[in-house]
């Protein structure tokens, strides 16, 4: 079944640590994206690439950082300069153009104390 | 810059009622997809309707319409006939062709409540 996979569904890690967070597909989408919810919050952009090899900042990029070496995977990692990391991190990819719906995976709650 | 605004924090609809959902739109791109998503508890995201700023016609999807209002920059979420498991949190989101790179952003949400 193609899909997006993001793992793993929880992560605790302690202050000051680094921590990656996998999102993998199989759909074979060129565009993919992270974000960030907070309880009670909408989607806020962090990093997207419409491409293998290229980037671009969200909204709240500060404290993360990606990369896009292969289509397929688009891995996150939230560094230690990130202030408040503890939340729900979304991952999603499409097709890309302006009329295709994303398809998301089913997240990962990160929790650092 | 685009932005979505969606002003209803929380909303209640008695079951087998209709309820809308507002959404508006900031941007100066002439031509960008308006996007509705529903999250429920378990957090997964779920593509509902889509509507092109082309489009003449209003998007329909079983009982999900969208009220298209293009001068007003709205595109409000109309749920026909409430169901019980339609309680989640809703979300409108845009992407514009040229601008901001294929950038797709997201609205505050709307939780909507379905009363037995």
């Known amino acids: 079944d193609g899909g997006i996979t993001q793992s793993p569904k929880y992560l605790f890690r302690k202050e000051g640590q680094n921590v990656t967070l996998s999102c993998e597909q199989n759909?074979?989408?060129?565009?993919m994206y992270w974000y960030r919810q907070d309880p009670g919050q909408g989607l806020r952009l962090i990093y997207y690439s419409q491409i293998v090899n290229d980037f671009q900042k969200g909204d709240i990029a500060e404290g993360y950082s990606v990369s896009r070496e292969k289509k397929e995977s688009f891995p996150l990692t939230v560094t230690s300069a990130q202030k408040n990391p503890t939340a729900f991190y979304l991952c999603a990819s499409s097709v890309g153009g302006m009329n295709t719906e994303a398809f998301f995976g089913q997240g990962t709650r990160l929790t650092v104390v | 810059a685009q932005k979505i605004t969606q002003t209803q924090p929380g909303m209640f609809v008695q079951e087998k009622e209709a309820v809308t959902l507002d959404c508006t739109y900031d941007?100066?791109?002439?031509?960008?997809?308006l996007f509705w998503y529903k999250q429920p508890s378990s957090g997964e995201m779920i593509f509902l309707i889509y509507?092109?700023?082309?489009?003449?016609q209003n998007a329909t999807e079983g009982r999900y319409s969208l009220n298209f209002q293009k001068a007003r920059k709205s595109a409000n979420l109309v749920i026909s006939a409430s169901q019980l498991g339609d309680s989640a949190m809703y979300f409108c989101?845009?992407?514009?062709?040229?601008?901001?790179?294929?950038?797709?952003?997201f609205g505050q949400g709307t939780e909507l409540s379905v009363k037995p």
């Open positions: 941007t100066s791109d002439p031509s960008y997809g």
């Open positions: 509507q092109g700023s082309y489009d003449q």
């Open positions: 989101a845009m992407r514009e062709a040229y601008n901001q790179g294929g950038k797709l952003i």
């Open positions: 759909l074979n989408h060129d565009a």
